[in-house]
């Protein structure tokens, strides 16, 4: 297949072991760049990383990643401070650090501090409604088998990472540091620069405010990749009977455009509105090309493609009996679902 022009003259990458790319990679953020190069970054990043020691990169990478995600709810944020955190991290003498892991995750949750600052600022001028990344597992080849996609779960859902917007920063890294990673409390208290006490208050105090996140874990069974099967042939034969009966009355969806595409500036409240703002894309021509079940964040939902191109990311909250819908999160912002596209090239 002929590779279409790029949209930008080629960057010029730094091929040298003992220069730091990391300034360059923060420039990515603020110019135009196409996807193309934004991964191209990311692979220098990551084979300048590759060329000092692999042992710390390959063993933790995994770990402070998911951190990092779990702190900013953002996938290419998360990607960029962990590269960048291993760079720093092999111009440093380490004689003196006795806990690689926790030394690594310090400096990842401080990275992740310093971004949240900013990121709180410009979410000010964000256009409708503010939804995180979604970190998205799926088969393209998936053969209508639920259980296909089970293997793929995790233990944390995008219902939290929704609320854990409501947290601070300083008591995000705690929940994260203590309920994801099961750090212990004198770890915890080194990497954020706090007592032990004041750590646990802040624990505390983080709980009390997810405290509305239902007790249902996750409903990663067959049941739930079932219920997305059957949404996806409601939605694809337009039968509006069987995708009310998958609501409960008073349903919300939350979309996110961030003012790329068009989208609900407001939540939908209500299993009717819902309707007739699925209908209304159906009518206007913008059926989607396919629909894949998917796990996002943890949770059952779909990936909605078109012309090899991810269009946008559902996620479901199902109710307490796990049979009917309660929430719905839509993903439609590009920015947002690009790492989606560049994960696998057989969307279409």
């Given at each position: 297949m002929t590779q279409a022009p790029l949209a930008h003259p080629p960057v010029r990458l730094l091929a040298f072991r003992n220069v730091s790319i990391r300034?360059?990679?923060?420039?990515?953020?603020?110019?135009?760049?196409?996807?193309?190069?934004?991964?191209?970054?990311?692979?220098?990043?990551?084979?300048i990383c590759l060329m000092h020691e692999p042992?710390?990169?390959?063993?933790?990478?995994?770990?402070?990643?998911?951190?990092?995600?779990?702190?900013l709810g953002s996938v290419s944020d998360a990607e960029d401070?962990?590269?960048?955190?291993?760079?720093?991290?092999?111009?440093?003498?380490?004689?003196g650090i006795r806990h690689e892991k926790a030394y690594l995750a310090k400096m990842v949750?401080?990275?992740?501090?310093?971004?949240?600052q900013s990121a709180r600022k410009r979410r000010e001028t964000y256009v409708g409604n503010w939804l995180p990344e979604p970190d998205?597992?799926?088969?393209?080849?998936?053969?209508?088998?639920?259980?296909?996609?089970?293997?793929?779960?995790?233990?944390i859902t995008y219902a939290m990472l929704v609320m854990m917007e409501n947290l601070s920063a300083v008591e995000r890294a705690v929940f994260v540091l203590r309920e994801t990673f099961s750090f212990d409390y004198s770890d915890i208290a080194e990497i954020i620069g706090k007592s032990e006490a004041n750590c646990r208050k802040l624990l505390s105090r983080a709980r009390e405010k997810l405290d509305g996140l239902p007790d249902t874990p996750v409903f990663h069974n067959v049941r739930a990749m079932e219920l997305a099967g059957a949404f996806i042939r409601a939605a694809e034969t337009g039968d509006t009977a069987a995708l009310v009966g998958m609501l409960t009355e008073d349903a919300i969806m939350i979309s996110d455009g961030g003012g790329k595409v068009r989208a609900a500036i407001f939540p939908i409240l209500g299993r009717e509105r819902i309707m007739a703002f699925f209908g209304g894309l159906a009518r206007k021509g913008h059926q989607p090309h396919a629909y894949i079940p998917a796990t996002v964040s943890g949770q059952a939902g779909l990936l909605v493609h078109q012309d090899g191109q991810a269009t946008r990311v559902l996620t479901f909250q199902w109710d307490a009996s796990g049979e009917k819908i309660e929430r719905i999160y839509l993903v439609m912002n590009p920015d947002k679902l690009t790492h989606v596209t560049n994960t696998d090239a057989n969307l279409s």
């Open positions: 300034h360059y990679a923060r420039d990515v953020k603020s110019i135009n760049l196409s996807a193309y190069h934004k991964n191209k970054f990311q692979q220098e990043k990551e084979r042992q710390p990169y390959e063993a933790y990478r995994p770990l402070l990643l998911s951190l990092a995600y779990r702190m401070i962990v590269q960048e955190v291993f760079l720093d991290y092999y111009q440093l003498d380490h004689k949750t401080h990275r992740c501090l310093n971004e949240q998205v597992v799926y088969s393209a080849n998936w053969t209508g088998d639920p259980a296909d996609m089970l293997e793929k779960t995790e233990a």
